[in-house]
């Protein structure tokens, strides 16, 4: 690109750029963990108090993943999706959960539709390849 060419097309910039950036995966993360801070099923794998360091987490990747900084690597390494989820019990129904928050934490960001699908379709898709097991979600203690 040259100088005076202007802002690059929608070809050039990244998924990143091309949904707003940083902000708009902060206000998807954050509408996300206000959907599982309510879900009872969900809640319980989510250790800290104030979900403070999964938004942070989820923030960081998903702006690595799709372009932005790489913060995510430079903290944490490599992702290892499967290996970071193994010890939680992610069976269909929390899987369901999980994308259920996520759908409409993306829609609640009014992004342009192919951009909503295009993440939808990866959230979607990684939601299904981490459940780890197809037992019933266990109730919790007294119960």
Do not use: C
Not at 28 to 51: C, S, W
Not at 62 to 72: A, D, I
Not at 109 to 132: C, F, G, K, Q
Request: hydrophobic letters at 35%.
């Amino acid at each position: 690109m040259n100088i005076g060419d202007g802002p690059p097309s929608e070809a050039e910039q990244s998924f990143y750029d091309a949904i707003g950036g940083h902000d708009t995966f902060v206000r998807i993360v954050d509408t996300f963990y206000a959907g599982v801070a309510e879900d009872t099923l969900l809640r319980p794998m989510y250790p800290e108090q104030d979900l403070t360091g999964a938004k942070h987490r989820l923030v960081m990747f998903l702006e690595q993943f799709w372009g932005g900084p790489t913060t995510y690597s430079d903290e944490r390494g490599h992702p290892r999706l499967r290996m970071r989820h193994q010890p939680f019990h992610i069976n269909p129904e929390a899987r369901d959960h999980w994308i259920g928050h996520m759908r409409d934490a993306v829609a609640a960001a009014n992004l342009a539709p192919i951009h909503a699908v295009t993440l939808m379709d990866y959230l979607e898709r990684s939601a299904h390849s981490l459940v780890n097991t197809f037992e019933e979600t266990p109730l919790p203690e007294g119960h």
